[in-house]
């Protein structure tokens, strides 16, 4: 950097004892993405329960019960 400048960070750089009151866009955008997808599930016709049709373990219960060894194994 030459010897007769300054370094600025720019217009938005804040001096001592301001304080940022408004949110960044994103923090918006990703509360409206939780809640859509909040009431998306909500809303789904799907059941939690597969009842006794369903093929075959799912993948959560494959990870339950992987989870449930890992502990088991740990306490021996």
């Known amino acids: 950097m030459p010897a007769g400048r300054k370094a600025t960070a720019g217009p938005k750089a804040r ?3 301001t ?3 408004g949110l960044p866009w994103w923090a918006l955008a990703l509360a409206v993405a ?3 997808g909040f009431f998306a599930l909500l809303a789904s016709p799907a059941s939690a329960d597969p009842g006794p049709d369903a093929a075959g373990a ?3 219960a494959r990870v339950v019960a992987f989870v449930q060894l890992a502990l088991g194994e740990l306490a021996a």
């Open 34 to 36: 939780a809640f859509a």
């Open 58 to 60: 799912g993948t959560v």
């Open 15 to 17: 001096t001592a004892g």
């Open 19 to 21: 304080v940022q009151t």
